[in-house]
Nanobody, 115 residues
Framework: QVQLVESGGDLVQPGGSLSLSCVAS????????MRWYRQAPGRKRELVAT????????NYAQPVEGRFTISRDNNKNTVYLRMTKLKPEDTAVYLC????????WGQGTQVTVSS
């Protein structure tokens, strides 16, 4: 079965950095574009970044452009999100999903940006 397991979330001070990972299984990872989303309490789920199956980043949400970098390792079935210059408004649960695979989500990983 399809599984997506996010990790790497933590409490970090404003201006800090964090790297998230999402390990996928149960499907042919290398054939699918992947996305990171985030959801803050009381807010709608927000698309953060998309990466093509080839490893080329496709787009970033405007609030994170220039600060976040999405990447992937098809040999490890893993997609990453490197986050720098973190702001309190980046606080959210971060989740990954495969584009076009279906409504599959991991449990997410909590990122809290606070002093």
């Amino acid at each position: 079965q399809v599984q997506l397991v996010e990790s790497g979330g933590d409490l970090v001070q404003p201006g800090g950095s964090l790297s998230l990972s999402c390990v996928a299984s149960g499907f042919t990872f290398s054939l699918y574009a992947m996305r990171w989303y985030r959801q803050a309490p009381g807010r709608k789920r927000e698309l953060v970044a998309t990466i093509l199956s080839t490893g080329e980043p496709l787009n970033y949400a405007q609030p994170v452009e220039g600060r976040f970098t999405i990447s992937r390792d098809n040999n490890k079935n893993t997609v990453y999100l490197r986050m720098t210059k973190l702001k309190p408004e980046d606080t959210a649960v971060y989740l990954c999903t495969a584009v076009g695979l279906g409504d599959y989500w991991g449990q997410g990983t909590q990122v809290t940006v606070s002093s």
